[in-house]
């Protein structure tokens, strides 16, 4: 009985996890609303261009056909601009060991203009506030990844100028959590008249839940019976 419930139990987490993971690999910007991602600039000031689907004259996707990915850029602001452009993922029930891998690059311009991307986390359920300025982050308080900080324009750690992957297992929030994660393209001193930003695409996201630690317990339980009925049979 313990391990009919343990596996039935197993296989329910195994469903939900499943349920819960997710690929986005932006064939269609326009749909990802829908799908209730969320996207909003809050550059300063304000620029001509938000989040769009990727452009072949820029470089190629990583996989798939050849404008699958997103892609923001130096006229999200105008002027000398602080660059926050935010793409907020579909609401999600969080747990320790799930993880959010994504490949993401930049061009090769005439002149380097470094970019950044950041990667944060929200525990606020199903809130997007990301507050109302180019420095805000509110609910989006937990950075998990920073790539190219520095604004480097060269070297191992500049932003890739060729599809790279990254990926960030998820830690320390003991008891599973809804939120969401999202991306921010965020540059400073950048848009047409700054001295940073080119443009970054982000391609294939896949968010992956693993199973809750409570299940895999009852199957660790269960392995004691499974192994009795085993010798029982001989």
Known sequence: MILAL????????????????????FNNVSMLTGDDWVLQNLSAPLGTSGWYQGQTDQFTTFMGPANSFISADFQNGSGIATISNWLISPQRTFSDGDTISFFTRTDIGPVAFPDRLQLRLSRSGASTDVGATSTSWNDFDELL???????????????????????????????????RFAFRY????GGPAGTRSNVIGIDTVVYTAVPEPSTLGLLAMAVPFIGRRRRHRR
């Open 186 to 189: 965020f540059v400073e001193n």
């Open 6 to 25: 343990a596996l039935a139990a197993v296989s329910a987490a195994a469903r939900s996890a499943h349920a819960q993971s997710f690929t986005e690999g």
């Open 145 to 179: 990844l920073d790539i190219n900080p520095d604004y480097l324009t060269g070297g191992p750690n500049s932003y890739p100028t060729s599809w790279m992957q990254f990926e960030v297992t998820l830690s320390g929030l003991g008891l599973p959590t809804p939120g």
